[in-house]
């Protein structure tokens, strides 16, 4: 689902509001009022504090021709002899490139990391008129659009094959990817994964209704209960399927411990990657992306999509139920792979890379570089001496 307009929307229905503060006294005032920074002067800051030299390194933005619309990525690492990790992002239609910033640049140490703003998200979005980008606007089309980004990034900078990281929705075209062309991978690293849309659905339902009825909620159950039985068999709609987000986000399923997402809308105001132009996109090409993809999104089932010709490695978040980690754990069980492994973050929901940056660092460079280590392909390994 859409982390941008619809949570926006649902944050605001939760009645969150700015925390009420008792007055100060005089004796806390401050002496005299703090500097005021600028948008620009704030992106600025964090762009210098995360320089890459381009002797050695990769910084660029590309705006690649791809199935009749521009598309946009990002690639940023500090050593080109790095290999490459192609992040899928979530939604429909909720790039990572503009809070990339939070989480990503330790990553640049290890890995060349693209972020693809995909048709109908962010950049792309606002490149591009809705009338061209529709008839690319499924499951298939995407993928196809996926498979050029991919062969662009092996060929532009000479790599036989790269990492590819699906998460949320990217976590369908991750499947797809990797079931097409095993042989473009190192591995598939799937985050957040979706096994099965509506299962999906029916299990983030009854863990926010539980959780309402644990804390006595009036309003959540009335609201929940209401909507039974969920999701049922028709169509979904966006009223709907946005009453059980709201909830599930509420109870942490999203990001654990946490009652909404305004730290990502928050870090996503100040992103170096993306001017005013570009944030204000984001909801349209939410929206549009939304009309034209949740039903698909409903549809998918990968209960018997097991089989895989490259690694899989399979990040869960302990407390997951916007894709609830019950079914990716399960999944797992099935997969059948040339090397597998589950790796699950126990103190995070859905969002990972940012609920627990330091761990899942950790996990890239001690469960998922290695694959590439075998091949020659990254930097030399840095030589510790004793005194």
């Not at 899989?312 to 997969?335: C, K, N, R, S």
Request: proline fraction near 6%; charged fraction near 20%; glycine fraction near 8%.
């Amino acid at each position: 689902m859409s982390r941008k307009s619809l949570l926006i929307s649902l944050a605001l229905a939760v009645g969150m509001a700015a925390p009420a503060f008792a007055p100060a006294s005089a004796a806390d005032a401050p002496a005299k009022e703090a500097p005021t920074l600028t948008r620009a002067e704030v992106t600025r800051i964090l762009d210098s504090n995360r320089m890459i030299l381009p002797s050695q390194g990769v910084d660029e933005k590309v705006k690649l021709h791809i199935n009749g619309i521009d598309q946009w990525i990002s690639v940023r690492g500090k050593d080109r002899r790095n290999p490459i990790l192609l992040f899928l992002h979530g939604g429909p239609a909720a790039p990572a490139m503009p809070e990339g910033y939070t989480f990503q640049s330790p990553w640049e140490d290890y890995f060349t990391v693209v972020q693809w703003d995909q048709r109908g998200a962010g950049k792309t979005y606002r490149a591009n008129t809705e009338a061209a980008m529709a008839p690319g606007m499924s499951i298939e089309g995407m993928t196809s659009d996926a498979e050029q980004v991919v062969q662009y990034l092996r060929e532009h900078y000479g790599k036989q094959k790269i990492f590819v990281l699906g998460h949320s929705w990217g976590s369908i075209l991750g499947v797809e990817l990797a079931q097409r062309h095993p042989d473009w991978f190192y591995a598939y690293i799937s985050t957040g994964q979706v096994v099965n849309g509506r299962r999906n659905e029916e299990v983030g339902f009854n863990y926010a209704l539980r959780r309402a009825k644990e804390e006595g909620n009036q309003t959540a159950i009335r609201e929940l209960e209401a909507m039974t039985p969920y999701p049922g068999n028709g169509k979904m709609t966006l009223e709907r399927i946005g009453m059980r987000s709201k909830w599930e986000m509420y109870y942490g399923g999203l990001a654990w411990g946490r009652k909404d997402y305004q730290f990502d809308v928050d870090a996503e105001e100040l992103s170096p990657d993306y001017s005013r132009e570009d944030l204000d996109a984001i909801d349209k090409g939410s929206l549009f992306s939304l009309n034209h993809l949740l039903q698909p999104l409903l549809d998918v089932n990968f209960d018997h999509v097991t089989r895989f010709g490259c690694p899989v490695i399979v990040f869960v978040g302990a407390h997951d139920y916007t894709t609830p980690h019950e079914l990716t754990e399960a999944w797992f069980t099935h997969i059948q792979a040339p090397s597998k492994k589950l790796v699950s973050f126990a103190d995070s929901a859905h969002m990972m890379m940012q609920e627990q940056p330091g761990r899942f660092l950790q996990h890239l460079v001690t469960d998922v570089l290695p694959l590439a280590q075998q091949a020659g392909d990254v930097m030399p390994t840095e030589v510790v001496r004793d005194r």
